[in-house]
């Protein structure tokens, strides 16, 4: 079968049905919209429907408390020290850029974005409403000022007229003498208003609400998604200033609130729903879909990778169209299932429980109300004029009109709500067992711990704890490896100057155009067996083992750098941010001078054995001299890289200093041959 190029009509159909038959698309997914809308309301603790009027509608909170104790701990794993991910060089050439691009992925994630706050949002997603999804990009700025000067000399005004981002916008010149020798002397000086572009480019990283997200049912992972969406909603100023034609832009429809999704409404909890009206046209909202979807657009049988732009209802108008390289996106998910892209969240595991906890404290208050306040009895008959009154009213010490005895009699409701404890108890055991949080591992019930040994309880916390770590490490090894891989793959297609950034207490230059993007990615997750109290303890024991092995002479096991990983490990398992503070990394520390010979052990006495040791020590010395040359000659091309760039800016600044200064003078020229022609 032939195939033929797509246009813009065939290509804008092809990817508006992929749009409506995505998962998490308007009325396509009513089921997963219902669940994930679902597990927000029984995050928030929200009535079920079924009250009745003189009952109890207590909710119990668990998927609330559930997903608050899981996320400090899953954010001590990734936000406690310095870096999030280490990045591991694929050959020798990228040891020294591996370091770099660590630390300086690391500062664009945590100093330029909002590292902590972006963790947080993505893995509350997650544990809420199945999977977090979050958004990055290079964002391109530009920022105009005006500036004025007065009385610049020659040399400056000619230097701040070559900066390609400064714009002249008045200029005048001034004569003046000045004393020079006893002699007069003519000096130029020059008043100049110039109007400064500043342009900059950034990474940009954003959490995505779920239900913006669009996916091709088919896919399994990001990777092999044949379609992702992003709905989103843009002011008509925004896309105007975006680029897009104005008269397009003011044809399409306004945004309305019976668009909203079902998790929308859920979320914005109805009356907040933000309204896309406003008085103001250009501050109207449109509904824009982001397409990133695979597709043969060039008719060579091969589908291709493009970003495609729809705005309005149903994506009624195709804004624009470019080929990309990457899926923008990163998603983790607490439970993966397999073969599917939507697994299980923490809510979906603890929203039955929360049901059924909540009817037994129902049913409990309800029988505490009625033992407290039982129903009576009345016989009518038998009370005076009032009496009815006397006992509608009942007050404490009141009296009730009768004409006789037993004219009112309490009817007795036994107390029945004790026997609902233990199955409260139950319910508590079976959320652990799912989750790994109970009252006992959390420490809030000091009850249960009371006649618990200190084995038990450590056994009960590290069990508890597996649930935990099993979450952190899936999302290490999904979302948060896949969102670190591409922002390096940004960095080092967009970023072409170098930009220094004070890292470690240090100001470095970084250019990642020269950095490997198929480095592959560590996360720096914090896992271990056992408590923080108990880690602290390990890593103690080994440190005193290490300075025991390095007191004499390291024993070919131990090494400085060895003892500084050990006590980074400790401060950052103590709680503290940063270890530079606190010790020096043995790597940066200027070389000093070799320690005096230690004395020969003594030889041998087999010499087969002696032959081989000399052979082994040989073959430890080359590769330590080859580890050596190749670190040497990292850091020289890293010099000779920074000194091109410097001397190809400086060319350049004299390039255009020339240029400004030949401007200059012709203008003056003319100037001139003006003024004399008119003389």
């Known amino acids: 079968m032939t195939r033929k190029t797509l246009n813009d009509r065939e290509l804008h159909a092809v990817v508006t049905a992929e749009v409506r038959d995505a998962l998490g698309y308007l009325g396509t997914d009513s089921d997963l919209a219902e669940e994930r809308a679902d597990a927000l309301r029984y995050y928030m603790g929200e009535p079920f429907g079924d009250e009745r009027e003189g009952r109890s509608k207590v909710v119990s909170r668990d998927v609330a408390d559930t997903v608050e104790w899981i996320l400090p701990s899953l954010l001590r794993v990734f936000a406690a020290g310095d870096d999030v991910v280490r990045f591991e060089p694929v050959g020798p050439e990228d040891e020294a850029f591996a370091a770099q691009a660590s630390d300086y992925v690391n500062h664009v994630f945590a100093k330029e974005n909002k590292g902590f706050l972006i963790l947080y949002t993505w893995f509350k997603d997650a544990l809420i409403q199945k999977n977090g999804i979050v958004k990055y990009w290079w964002e391109e700025r530009e920022s105009t000022a005006k500036e004025s000067y007065a009385g610049l000399s020659e040399p ?176 983790l998910c607490p439970v993966p299932m397999p073969h599917k892209f939507f697994g299980l969240s923490v809510a979906d595991l603890v929203m039955d429980l929360q049901r059924i906890k909540s009817v037994l404290w129902r049913q409990m208050l309800d029988n505490l109300y009625l033992t407290n306040n039982p129903q009576r009895e009345v016989i009518v008959s038998r009370l005076e004029k009032g009496g009815l009154d006397d006992v509608l009213n009942a007050r404490v010490g009141g009296i009730i009109r009768a004409k006789q005895e037993g004219a009112v009699r309490e009817l007795a409701v036994p107390h029945a709500a004790a026997a609902s404890f233990p199955m409260l108890e139950y319910v508590d055991k079976v959320r652990a067992g799912r989750t790994g949080v109970s009252p006992a591992v959390t420490g809030i019930d000091a009850e249960a711990l009371s006649n618990q040994t200190a084995t038990g309880v450590n056994q009960m916390s590290a069990a508890a704890n597996q649930r935990i770590e099993l979450i952190a490490r899936i999302f290490a090894e999904t979302g948060v490896r896949d969102l670190f891989r591409g922002l390096l793959r940004l960095l080092i297609t967009h970023q072409d100057k170098a930009r220094v950034v004070r890292l470690r207490n240090q100001w470095v230059p970084m250019a990642p155009a020269r950095w490997n993007p198929e480095m592959d990615v560590t996360v720096e997750v914090g896992l271990g067996h056992g408590s923080r109290d108990q880690q602290i303890g390990y890593l103690s024991q080994i440190l005193n ?57 003594p030889p041998l006495q087999d010499p087969a054995q002696a032959q081989l040791a000399a052979m082994i020590g040989l073959e430890q010395q080359r590769a330590a001299a080859e580890m050596q040359l190749k670190k040497e000659r990292a850091e020289a091309d890293l010099t000779l890289e920074r000194e ?30 003006e003024q004399q022609a008119q003389a």
């Not at 044809?251 to 909890?269: G, N, Q």
């Not at 091109?644 to 041959?673: G, P, S």
């Open 156 to 331: 400056e005004f000619v230097a701040l007229a070559a900066d390609p981002d400064v714009e002249v916008l008045e200029h005048s010149t001034q004569e003046g003498v000045i004393a020079s020798n006893g002699a007069g002397a003519a000096v130029i000086s020059h008043d100049v208003t110039i109007k400064r572009t500043r342009r900059d480019g950034r990474v940009r990283i954003e959490p995505v609400p779920p239900e913006e997200f669009l996916i091709s049912r088919r896919a399994r992972s990001m990777e092999d998604a044949a379609f992702v969406g992003h709905r989103v909603y843009k002011t008509r100023s925004e896309l105007i200033a975006a680029g897009y034609s104005r008269a397009v832009v003011e044809d399409l429809p306004t945004f309305v609130e019976t668009d909203d999704s079902e998790e929308e409404l859920a979320r914005w909890d109805g009356d907040e729903l933000p309204s896309g009206e406003s008085r103001d046209p250009m501050m109207q909202t449109v509904e824009v879909v982001e397409a990133y979807i695979k597709v043969d657009a060039d008719g060579d049988g091969i589908a291709e990778l493009m970003k495609v732009t729809l705005a309005g209802a149903d994506g009624g108008v195709l804004l624009d169209k470019e080929p990309i390289d990457h899926v923008p996106f990163a998603a």
């Open 644 to 673: 091109k760039q410097l001397a190809r800016l400086a060319l350049d600044r004299e390039i255009a200093l020339l240029k400004a200064k030949t401007d200059l003078d012709l203008r003056t020229a003319k100037m001139q041959a």
């Open 545 to 601: 083992l290490q300075k025991e092995a390095l007191a004499n002479g390291g024993m070919g096991m131990v090494t400085p750098k060895n003892l500084y990983n050990t006590l980074a490990k400790l401060v950052q398992w103590a709680g503290l941010k940063s270890v530079a503070p606190y010790f020096g990394d043995p790597d940066q520390v200027p070389t000093q001078s070799p320690a005096p010979p230690q004395p020969p052990a």
